[in-house]
C-alpha cells in the first residue's frame, strides 16, 4: 500500500534550518529509505518564500498571492511516497525521518486507489 510522508519542520534556526537534525541525518535517512527500495517518489521543497497560493472564488475570479501563508509555525518541507505492507511500517519510517524531531513531525496519510485506475 502506498503512503504519503508529509514533512512538516518543527523550530527553525535564524537560517531556517530545522532545528534538531543536520543535513547529514537528512542525506542517511534517505539513502536508507532509498536503498530499501519502498520510495516511490520524493521530493524537497524550496524555501517557503517562494511559495504562491492560488484560490479561485464562487464566481470563478482567481486570486493569486506570493508568500506563506500557513496559519501554523509548522511548515511543509518535503514528501515521500512510499510503497510499504503497512500502516505500522509507514509509521516506523515516519519516526526515523529527521523532520520527526525538533518539534517537527511527519504526517502519515494513505494513497487513495481507485479501481481501473
Same mark, same amino acid.
Given at each position: ?62 486570486? @493569486?498571492?506570493?508568500?506563506?501563508? !500557513? ?5 511543509? =518541507? *518535503?514528501?515521500? #511516497?512510499?510503497?510499504? /505492507?503497512?500502516?505500522? @511500517?509507514?509509521?516506523?519510517?515516519? !519516526? ?5 524531531? =525538533? *518539534?517537527?513531525? #511527519?504526517?502519515?496519510? /494513505? ?7
Amino acid at each position: 500500500m502506498k503512503y504519503l510522508l508529509l514533512i512538516n519542520a518543527g523550530e527553525l534556526d535564524p537560517e531556517n534550518a530545522p532545528v534538531g537534525c543536520e543535513p547529514e541525518d537528512w542525506m542517511r535517512f534517505d539513502k536508507e529509505i532509498t536503498e530499501s527500495g519502498v520510495v516511490v517518489a520524493s521530493e524537497s521543497l524550496a524555501d517557503l518564500v517562494t511559495a504562491t497560493r492560488v484560490q479561485v472564488a464562487n464566481d470563478g475570479k482567481r486570486t @493569486v498571492t506570493d508568500g506563506p501563508f !500557513a496559519e501554523t509555525r509548522e511548515v511543509l =518541507g *518535503g514528501i515521500y #511516497v512510499i510503497d510499504v /505492507p503497512d500502516l505500522d @511500517v509507514a509509521l516506523d519510517w515516519a !519516526a526515523k525521518c529527521p523532520g520527526s524531531r =525538533g *518539534g517537527g513531525s #511527519v504526517v502519515v496519510r /494513505p494513497v487513495a486507489e481507485f479501481p481501473g485506475a
